[in-house]
């Protein structure tokens, strides 16, 4: 099965009929969130390289044809203008990793209006959720205040290939590494891990686990101490770890809890044994808000594993975006629904010192003391830039969001409460969303705003 079937039912048919009516002029979407969910201050872009990797892929074949007939039961000669279609359009974007505020395009398609159509399901399913994964895990490494927090997420994520992008996005946002083996070879992050449970539960003795962990593992011993009692296992860790005689790194990991308050007795216990330089990691259905507790209590906490909530954005596991049509034909067009009001035109983004945007129509002059945020990515359906390795871009990536988050007023970073920033909308904008509605024949909307 081609990408081009992970589609939605009515993207099909529309496109059949656009085809059918001969409409295949160019039509500009806009892929943009309309809010942010709550105490959420910014969102970070990610998602787009898969994004790309499907427009120039794009094609519908034989096997297309004859899945989008049995979908809308009709005869495969009747959809055979679909037949061979590709994506030929061009995509202007947010690069992964900046910062983008509701409103924002992360992305715009200009191409013939079946195509732009077609590829609406899934480039909101792969924007949506790599963006909303993102943005949360950008919240844990703000709470960290520059403690490493690491990716757990696989095995409670939904789907291999949700994994595979939460490990991405973490890393993105600077997360130290991730327990998905897969995920660390590719985006080229170091893999981490301890022990489970089980590996201590199927020896005589805590010991007799501890001992074996570390006789066998090459990379750091660290020995998960909370299988039956905690204070006792970071006992029984101590006297393992004293007996290393190599240069690993070593320390305890608390899973379950009371983590401040074990964290506290784990680093009496451990610094009396003269293990002073064990490093205590902990887990646990943690996220930003409980990094954020254990840090703003001064828990003798090294590191933090993040798993569940992040990987499936827990507290939001969606965003509010959508994909609409903002140009046909050269002509300007919107939306008017109360709540859901689109700005009409293709557009670009300014922002100026301490992520202060300006929504503005695409071909407006950039101000002096502004960049734009979206560039053009593909033309002609290609890539124009040539296509870096999965770790490169990923490297590249980073270091936008690291840039774009230290430009970021500090009251919208904070954790609980933070200032929402919302861009501001440049003068002709606002010009052409009158007259869009005027030659539309509506009247303006009591306190609409444009999403």
């Known amino acids: 099965m081609s990408n081009a079937q992970v589609t939605d039912l009515y993207e099909v048919t529309m496109a059949l009929a656009y085809v059918r009516e001969a409409m295949t002029e160019l039509a500009t979407f806009s892929l943009f969130t309309r809010k942010l969910p709550p105490d959420r201050g910014f969102l970070i872009a990610a998602g787009l390289e898969s994004a790309i990797s499907y427009l120039e892929q794009f094609e519908i074949d034989d096997e297309d044809v004859a899945a989008f007939a049995e979908a809308v039961d009709r005869p495969d000669e009747d959809l055979d203008g679909l037949r061979g279609l590709r994506f030929t359009g061009e995509v202007w974007a947010v690069p992964e990793g900046r910062v983008i505020l509701p409103g924002e395009p992360l992305l715009e398609v200009t191409a013939p209006l079946p195509e732009a159509q077609l590829v609406e399901t899934f480039l909101l399913n792969q924007i949506t959720y790599q963006t909303a994964v993102a943005s949360k895990a950008a919240r844990c490494v703000i709470a960290g205040r520059g403690k ?87 006992e029984v ?173 500090s009251a919208t970073r904070l954790i609980h409460g933070p200032t929402a920033l919302t861009p501001e909308t440049s003068d002709r904008l606002a010009r052409l969303t009158e007259e869009v509605r005027s030659r539309i024949g509506y009247p303006r909307a009591g306190g609409s705003q444009l999403r």
């Open 148 to 234: 490493p927090v690491v990716d757990f997420s696989l095995r409670r994520t939904h789907g291999v290939e949700a994994g595979m992008h939460a490990a991405r996005a973490g890393a993105i946002v600077g997360f130290a590494g991730t327990s998905n083996v897969a995920a660390a070879r590719i985006y080229g992050v170091p893999a981490v891990g301890t022990m489970a449970h089980s590996f201590v539960e199927v020896f005589p003795q805590e010991e007799d686990a501890f001992r074996t962990f570390a006789r066998h593992t090459h990379g750091p011993v660290t020995l998960l101490v909370d299988t039956y009692n905690t204070p006792t296992g970071v």
């Open 237 to 409: 860790a101590a006297e393992v770890l004293r007996e290393l005689t190599d240069h690993r790194a070593f320390g305890v990991r608390l899973d379950s809890g009371d983590l401040n308050a074990l964290a506290r007795s784990a680093r009496r216990t451990l610094d009396a044994a003269g293990m002073e330089k064990a490093a205590i990691i902990v887990s646990g259905g943690l996220d930003e808000y409980g990094i954020d507790s254990l840090v703003s209590a001064d828990a003798p906490v090294d590191l933090f594993a993040v798993g569940t909530k992040v990987g499936t954005a827990a507290d939001q596991p969606y965003l509010d975006s959508a994909y609409k049509l903002v140009e046909y034909a050269g002509q300007p067009v919107m939306k008017l629904s109360a709540e859901k009001i689109t700005a009409p035109a293709p557009k670009q983004v300014f922002r100026r010192p301490n992520c202060r945007d300006v929504l503005t129509v695409r071909d407006e002059e950039c101000p002096a003391d502004a960049e734009p945020l979206l560039e053009q990515v593909m033309s002609q359906g290609r890539r124009l830039a040539p296509q870096s390795s999965a770790a490169e871009a990923v490297v590249v990536a980073r270091q936008r969001f690291t840039a774009d988050l230290a430009e970021l007023p």
